[in-house]
């Protein structure tokens, strides 16, 4: 009997569903031993396959609902997630070909979220000419998740047969599916793709136009002063210029793709780049802190903070964080300078507030200066508009840092910002107030210095 590929879990299974078929019934059998024993099985699979997950959602009746959903919580949508992406990542190192149907059958399924820089480099090594057919049927699916693992699969192709595909791609509604394309007929020196980065500097989301800007930059050799992390008015006029060029027979590529600058500052599975921090001495370790399901978990165990080895100074940082209780207290701390680690206060820096209702409020703590558009900070600044924060779920911020000035979103919403801070190059600090928090991504984008 052939070994099953790793990515056959993910899959529809019915010689699995079959086998395990008469435990499910069993979840609902009169007999309290046969229900616990099928239980039992159940969590001691390997691996939790996908129907399992599914029909947990679906399953009438309710004793077997309660059980199921007791076994899917041991299986941690995220860990799955991570063993998915490790998957991928196998595909794409040994350049397996032949796994693209496989790929795609598992997006088609909604249930997981892989990396999707795995996800994106695993469909370009596998895809093959053979795949063609099935290439096309995603660039027209409707959903924009597929349509860019399409799109990452043609830039794997030879460009005989894909670039009009591609090309095809570069008004997509989707923005990044649109930037997937372009970045690889950049990488064909295609010039098509100029314009298409030229337009995606007015996308929605932050991280397409960063890319789209560093393409055009790396490219042309050109700089028109655009600001990626700016507001679109202004961002507009630097825009226009830059499509105006991208438009002009002039236009052409000089340069290359550069390579994403972009740092991430947690790897996913250890605090290598971060350090413990309790009474002015630091350490690598602490009981407080712990990597777990692709997450830094503080379980406020023992004081400590964590903060990173590294100091930097303009960027855009994204990351999640969840709370477990309304009442848990915890912060992330931003401007901690070389000058502000030897304040005789303790360390100085800005504090931003991450306790549900509250999530966005500014603090300044130790020996620092901070300004609002009200004027200087006096120890606390709440946030300026109201969003929804609850314990028990993830929410994501974005951290605008230039030149000592931060702005603070949350959910997509900007909820404060802060001016004339210290703007010397800082570390980015995690509070632990003694109460349970985890954290998780972590991409910081450098930015330029204003000039």
């Known amino acids: 009997m052939a070994a099953a590929h790793p990515l056959d879990v993910f899959l529809p299974d019915e010689e699995t569903a079959t ?24 969590f001691a699979l390997p691996a939790l396959p996908g129907f399992v997950r599914e029909l947990a959602l679906q399953e009438p009746r309710p004793e077997s609902r309660i059980r199921l959903r007791e076994v899917v919580a041991a299986f941690p949508l995220e860990t799955e997630n991570q063993r998915l992406s490790g998957v991928l990542q196998t595909i794409e190192t040994q350049a397996t070909k032949g796994q693209l149907n496989a790929i795609v059958s598992v997006m088609q399924r909604g249930i997981w979220s892989p990396d999707c820089e795995a996800l994106h480099a695993a469909a370009r090594s596998t895809a093959t000419r053979a795949d063609l057919p099935l290439i096309q049927r995603c660039l027209g699916d409707p959903l924009p998740a597929i349509r860019r693992l399409g799109a990452a699969a043609l830039g794997g192709l030879p460009a005989d047969g894909s670039n ?17 394309a372009a970045s690889a007929l950049a990488a064909r020196k295609d010039r098509r793709c100029l314009p298409a980065f030229a337009r995606l500097l007015d996308a929605e989301d932050f991280q397409t136009r960063y890319h789209s800007h560093a393409a055009l930059r790396g490219l042309s050799g050109r700089d028109f002063g655009y600001d990626p992390s700016a507001v679109a008015t202004a961002r507009r006029t630097s825009a226009d210029k830059w499509r105006k060029w991208a438009e002009s027979p002039r236009a052409a590529i000089t340069g290359t793709m550069p390579r994403d600058p972009a740092i991430a500052l947690f790897n996913g599975r250890n605090l290598q780049g971060w350090e413990v921090c309790l009474g002015g001495k630091t350490s690598d370790t602490s009981p407080a802190w712990e990597v777990k399901d692709g997450a830094i978990h503080c ?3 023992e004081p400590g903070d964590l903060w990173t080895s590294a100091r930097f100074r303009n960027y855009v940082l994204d990351f999640q964080y969840k709370v477990d209780a309304n009442g848990a ?41 901070l300004e609002t558009a009200g004027g200087p900070v006096r120890f606390t600044c709440p946030r300026i508009v109201e969003v929804a924060d609850p314990a028990g779920r993830w929410h994501k911020v974005k951290l605008t840092v230039r030149d000592g000035a931060v702005r603070i979103e949350i959910n997509g919403i900007l909820v404060n910002s802060t001016t004339k801070g210290p703007s010397a190059a800082g570390r980015i600090l995690l509070r632990n107030e003694l109460d349970p928090i985890s954290f998780r991504g972590f991409l910081l984008h450098p930015l330029d210095s204003a000039p």
């Open 164 to 180: 009009e595909l591609l090309a095809g791609l570069l008004s997509d509604t989707d923005s990044p599916t649109a930037l997937l």
């Open 19 to 42: 086998r395990l078929q008469p435990l499910i019934d069993h979840l609902e059998s009169d007999s309290y031993s046969e229900r616990e024993a099928a239980s039992h099985a159940l």
């Open 299 to 301: 379980n406020g165990g």
């Open 329 to 369: 207290d915890s912060g992330l701390g931003l401007l901690l300078t070389e000058a502000g680690e030897r304040g005789a206060n303790g360390p100085g820096y800005l504090e931003i507030q991450l306790l549900p209702g509250k999530a966005g409020d500014i603090y300044q703590i130790g020996e620092i200066k």
